[in-house]
């Protein structure tokens, strides 16, 4: 469905460690996005990528890390230097990043307790 | 970097009136403007874009138009139905290929 997929749905973890969000593509497409969305806050951009090994902060890049090892994988940490973590999170992918459409995976719904 | 503001935040209408949402974006380069519809507990979907070398673009119900001078965009909807009922979102692509969205607006369609 879409092609994007993340995983895990939901994640629970406990405060001060690191968590990875998963997020894959088989769309074959060169650019990929991470967004945070929190109610009536729409969706933050926190990092893209558009092209394997190199990515680029977004808006609200602190307290997060990713990498860009293949095209097909983009996933995210989010670390313990991340001061409010609990969040939906939502990867997306496009053909160039320029001017193309972006699908989006279904999202993780982190909660940290 | 891109700066896109949407409003209104909530709208409420009535079943077959319309609905218009508008957006203004910062970056004069900017040049890739979607609009996504999410449904509660869904993704986001595209539903219209439009580039910067067109002012206008219909889908059925659903149009956009682009005012590059003024730096706005507006999603109209006409004859709206139940089934409209979600948050949209407008989003412009800037210069860095960043894909930056507004704050979207909940749109409640009643009977």
């Known amino acids: 469905d879409g092609g994007i997929t993340q995983s895990p749905k939901y994640l629970f973890r406990k405060e001060g460690q690191n968590v990875t969000l998963s997020c894959e593509q088989n769309l074959n497409h060169d650019a990929m996005y991470w967004y945070r969305q929190d109610p009536g806050q729409g969706l933050r951009l926190i990092y893209y990528?558009?092209?394997?090994?190199?990515?680029q902060k977004g808006d609200i890049a602190e307290g997060y890390s990713v990498s860009r090892e293949k095209k097909e994988s983009f996933p995210l940490t989010v670390t313990s230097a991340q001061k409010n973590p609990t969040a939906f999170y939502l990867c997306?992918?496009?053909?160039?990043?320029?001017?193309?459409?972006?699908?989006f995976g279904q999202g993780t719904r982190l909660t940290v307790v | 970097g891109e700066n896109v503001e949407q409003h209104p935040s909530t709208l409420s209408v009535q079943e077959g009136d319309s609905a218009v949402i508008k957006c203004t974006y910062s970056d004069s380069a900017s040049n890739y403007f979607p609009w996504y519809k999410q449904e509660l507990g869904k993704r986001p979907q595209l539903i219209i874009d439009?580039?910067?070398?067109?002012g206008e673009k219909k889908d059925q119900r659903i149009a956009v138009t682009l005012n590059k001078t003024a730096k706005h965009f507006s999603l109209h909807i006409t004859e709206t139905q139940p089934e409209d009922s979600a948050v949209y979102f407008c989003a412009a692509t800037d210069s860095w290929g960043k894909l930056q969205f507004g704050a979207g607006t909940q749109v409640v369609v009643t009977p």
């Open positions: 997306a992918s496009s053909i160039n990043g320029m001017n193309t459409e972006a699908f």
């Open positions: 439009i580039r910067s070398n067109v």
């Open positions: 990528s558009q092209i394997v090994n190199d990515f």
